[in-house]
């Protein structure tokens, strides 16, 4: 069982950035790929992001150049680089962790991007 919290969502002005952190329970983080995903209201929720172990990460076409996603297997932790944040980027962000069938969730963390 793997428990995922994020944390790092706020309310923040258009142009600005913000950073999500996701702590991950567990001692077999690093062979986990972790994602991040967002659900804006009315919206289906989308992949923003994500990393497998040692391999290269994958963005949406909406955030590339703008987000970055990187991990820390040392600290169990994945994170979210938001820069030039839009209006559009507002949602519920959440953080999923995938290793063959096992799939994981945190709870969620708001994002609002308004001026």
């Known amino acids: 069982q793997v428990q995922l919290v994020e944390s790092g969502g706020g309310l923040v002005q258009p142009g600005g950035s913000l950073r999500l952190s996701c702590a991950a329970s567990?001692?077999?983080?690093?062979?986990?790929?972790m994602g991040w995903y967002r659900q804006a209201p009315g919206k289906q929720r989308e992949l923003v992001a994500a990393?497998?172990?040692?391999?290269?990460?994958n963005y949406a076409d909406s955030v590339k150049g703008r987000f970055t996603i990187s991990r820390d297997n040392a600290k169990n932790t994945v994170y979210l680089q938001m820069n030039s944040l839009k209006p559009e980027d507002t949602a519920v962000y959440s953080c999923n962790a995938k290793w063959y069938d096992l799939d994981y969730w945190g709870q969620g963390t708001q994002v609002t991007v308004s001026s």
């Open positions: 567990g001692n077999i983080f690093s062979f986990y790929t």
């Open positions: 990393i497998a172990s040692g391999g290269s990460p």
